[in-house]
């Protein structure tokens, strides 16, 4: 990876020697990006990214929450363009959310197909965690590809997924590892 990252509001203060109007941290350059714990979106491509942080929403009863926003132009992965990560562009938004007693993530991106093969499709996922008693932790994710314009046998990127997790959580995690449990459910669109 080689990347910049800074925040727009702090250079701006900076250069006019007063505290920092507004925060907008971004990254460009070959970044690695992980979302969903890794499972949705786990790699470094090339592009940027801003994000906006911390806000919050007595309306929606939303203690606190982040948006970020980002386009790839290269070194996009991904088994929809299998043997080729220069053929995709990627443009979508991560949100963070704590509210409801836990942690909400929802994500969407366009996975656009810049060589012309009819590729491109949408990804979404949303997933909810939350720890109980404070020692079971249990996190539900969906994840799904859709959008394709090919003929049903040609799509290479077309399904969901269902994922649930459950972790103990120990009082000493030093001496007492994390116990963690996974069921993952894959059905496929026909």
Request: hydrophobic share 40%; with cysteine.
């Amino acid at each position: 990876t080689l990347f910049f990252e800074g925040d727009v509001g702090a250079i701006l203060g900076g250069r006019e020697g007063t505290y920092s109007p507004f925060d907008l941290p971004f990254s460009v350059g070959l970044m690695p990006l992980v979302y969903q714990n890794g499972i949705w979106m786990e790699d470094a491509m090339i592009g940027a990214a801003c994000a906006i942080p911390s806000r919050h929403s007595s309306a929606l009863d939303w203690s606190n929450y982040e948006v970020s926003l980002f386009a790839l132009t290269d070194q996009v992965t991904t088994d929809a363009f299998k043997g080729d990560n220069n053929a995709a562009e990627v443009f979508g938004s991560a949100w963070f959310i704590e509210a409801y007693g836990g942690y909400i993530e929802a994500d969407h991106a366009f996975i656009h197909d810049d060589v012309g093969g009819h590729r491109s499709y949408h990804n979404a996922s949303i997933s909810f965690t939350r720890r109980y008693l404070s020692r079971l932790s249990n996190s539900v994710r969906f994840i799904t590809n859709f959008g394709q314009a090919l003929p049903n046998d040609q799509r290479t990127a077309d399904g969901y997924l269902f994922l649930l997790e459950n972790s103990l959580i120990s009082a000493n995690p030093n001496l007492i590892g994390i116990i963690k449990s996974t069921f993952l459910a894959k059905l496929e669109i026909t």
